[in-house]
C-alpha cells in the first residue's frame, strides 16, 4: 500500500514544517505587515497559497509515484549490425547484472539497499519523501525543489518587510523581537538550503545527468584526464533537448508535476552516439 510511505517521521516533520510556515507567514506576519483584509494582502495571500499548494502537490507526487522498477524478465539489448562492436556491448551488459536481485539491470538503473530493488534511473534514495528519486519521479522531485525555494524565499520576504516596517519603539519586547529574528533567520537557513539543492538539480538536470552519474563520472573525468582524453558524460545530448526528455516536450506542462506521459519506459537513452 502507497499509503504506508506516509507512517515515516521524516514525511511527517515536512508536513508540519509545510503548515507552520504557511500558517505563520500568512496569519502572522502577512496579517501583521498589509492586513488580509486589505487588496494587498488578499494578493499576496493568493500567489503564496498558490505556491505553497503546488509544493505540497509536487511532495505528493514525490511520495506517491513509484520512480521505476526493472521490467521482469529484461536482458539487455546487445544486437548491433556492427560486428566489431558487438563484443564491447556484450561485455558491457554483462557488468549490468544485478547480484542482489539476481537478474539484470537497464542502463542508468541502480539497486536501491533501502527499497531492496534496482530503480530505473535512479538518483538518489530521498528520506524525506521515504522513497526513491528515479525515472518516473524525478520530474516531480524537481519541481518540489523549485516550488518549495520560491516559496520559502517569498515567505523570508514577508517576515522581513514585517520586521523591517515594524514600529518597534512601541513594540519593543524582548519576546517579540526573540521570534521575529528566529523566525527571519530559521526561514533563511531553509531558503538557502533548498536555494543550493535547486542550484544542484539544475546543473543535473541541463547535463542530463543523476547524482549518482555525477559522482561516477568524477572518476571517469580523472581517468580520462590522466590519459590525455576528455570525458563527456554519455547521455549529455544538449541543454534543451536533456529539458524537454525529463520535463516535458510542451512548455506548458513543465510547471505540472503530474504531467509524465512523455516518460518512455527508462530501460533505453539516447546517448551522445545516436545523434552522431
Known amino acids: 500500500m502507497k499509503w504506508r510511505r506516509f507512517i515515516s ?7 508540519m514544517l509545510m503548515n507552520i510556515v504557511f500558517y505563520g507567514t500568512v496569519f502572522i506576519f502577512l496579517d501583521d505587515w498589509v492586513g488580509l483584509q486589505s487588496s494587498a494582502g488578499f494578493t499576496n495571500v493568493v500567489i503564496f497559497t498558490l505556491f505553497a499548494s503546488l509544493t505540497l502537490f509536487s511532495f505528493l507526487v514525490c511520495v506517491f509515484t513509484d520512480p521505476g522498477c526493472v521490467p521482469s524478465g529484461y536482458f539487455p539489448d546487445i544486437e ?33 539497499r533501502v527499497c531492496r530493488r534496482c530503480v530505473l534511473k535512479m538518483d538518489h534514495h530521498c528520506t524525506w519523501i521515504n522513497n526513491c528519486v528515479g525515472h518516473r519521479n524525478y520530474k516531480a ?22 520586521g523591517v516596517q515594524k514600529d518597534w ?13 528566529t523566525s527571519a533567520v530559521a526561514i533563511s537557513l531553509l531558503t538557502l538550503t533548498l536555494g543550493t539543492l535547486l542550484g544542484w538539480h539544475i546543473y543535473l538536470l541541463t547535463h542530463n545527468m543523476t547524482t549518482i552519474e555525477y559522482y561516477e563520472g568524477t ?11 576528455v570525458y563527456k558524460h554519455p547521455y549529455d545530448v544538449g541543454v534543451y533537448r536533456n529539458l524537454t526528455m525529463i520535463l516535458g516536450p510542451h512548455m506548458l506542462k513543465w510547471l505540472w508535476p503530474f504531467a509524465s506521459s512523455h516518460l518512455k ?12
Open 80 to 112: 548491433t549490425n556492427d560486428g566489431s562492436d558487438q563484443e564491447s556491448r556484450q561485455s558491457e551488459a554483462l557488468t549490468k547484472h544485478c547480484d542482489k536481485c539476481s537478474a539484470y539491470k537497464p542502463p542508468r538503473a541502480h539497486h536501491c
Open 9 to 15: 517521521l521524516p514525511i511527517i516533520a515536512v508536513l
Open 219 to 229: 572518476r571517469a573525468v580523472w581517468l580520462a584526464k590522466k590519459s590525455g582524453q
Open 265 to 276: 519506459e527508462g530501460t533505453s537513452f539516447p546517448s551522445v552516439r545516436d545523434i552522431l
Open 169 to 181: 519603539e512601541t513594540d519593543e519586547t524582548f519576546r517579540l523581537k526573540t521570534f521575529y529574528i
Open 141 to 162: 522531485f524537481f519541481l518540489l525543489v523549485v516550488y518549495g525555494t520560491i516559496s520559502s524565499l517569498y515567505s523570508a520576504v514577508v517576515i522581513v518587510g514585517c
